[in-house]
């Protein structure tokens, strides 16, 4: 199969903030409606207890990612970490959601941070390197 190269509207320079903030509200809304990354879980919770993390550093969050229903289930399997925020482009209003929805728990740099550019003030779990590949076939 041919490789198709898609890409996401609000990730363009040229999207008006208004449909960005609006697309990445609608993923946020999808990613907490299906939770994709449930079966993943524990992987994160083990990864996060393993390191000592203290803090998640989430690039490219778009409008807070699945960390409204995440971080809650994180604190119930007894991993307490904060969560900071980042995007390209940040959905500042979200991010702000997200902050008073989680007693501060989770927070965000004001800055556009590119994922391939992180300033060096900030750090937090996304420092590791976790690989996660299927077995080879036999």
């Known amino acids: 199969m041919k490789r198709l190269h898609l890409f996401e509207i609000e990730d363009q320079p040229w999207c008006p903030p208004t449909v960005r903030d609006a697309l990445t509200d609608y993923l946020q809304f999808a990613l907490v409606a299906t939770k994709p990354y449930a079966a993943m879980v524990p992987l ?3 990864a996060l207890q393993r390191t000592g993390a ?3 550093l ?11 229903w995440l971080h809650p289930v994180l ?3 007894g991993v307490s970490v904060s969560v900071c925020l980042t995007d390209k ?3 500042k209003e979200a991010f702000e959601r997200a902050h008073l929805n989680s007693n501060s728990k989770i927070w965000f740099d004001p ?3 590119e994922a391939t550019e992180v300033p ?8 590791y390197v976790l690989i996660v590949s ?5």
């Not at 060096?120 to 420092?127: E, H, I, N, Q, R």
């Not at 299927?134 to 036999?138: C, E, I, Q, T, V």
């Open 44 to 46: 994160l919770a083990t």
């Open 54 to 56: 203290p803090r998640v």
């Open 58 to 68: 989430d690039l490219c969050s778009g409008a807070a990612g699945p960390w409204l």
């Open 75 to 77: 604190a119930e399997m």
């Open 89 to 91: 482009y940040p959905n």
């Open 111 to 113: 800055r556009p941070v």
């Open 120 to 127: 060096a003030d900030l750090m937090g779990f996304s420092d």
């Open 134 to 138: 299927p077995l080879p076939s036999r």
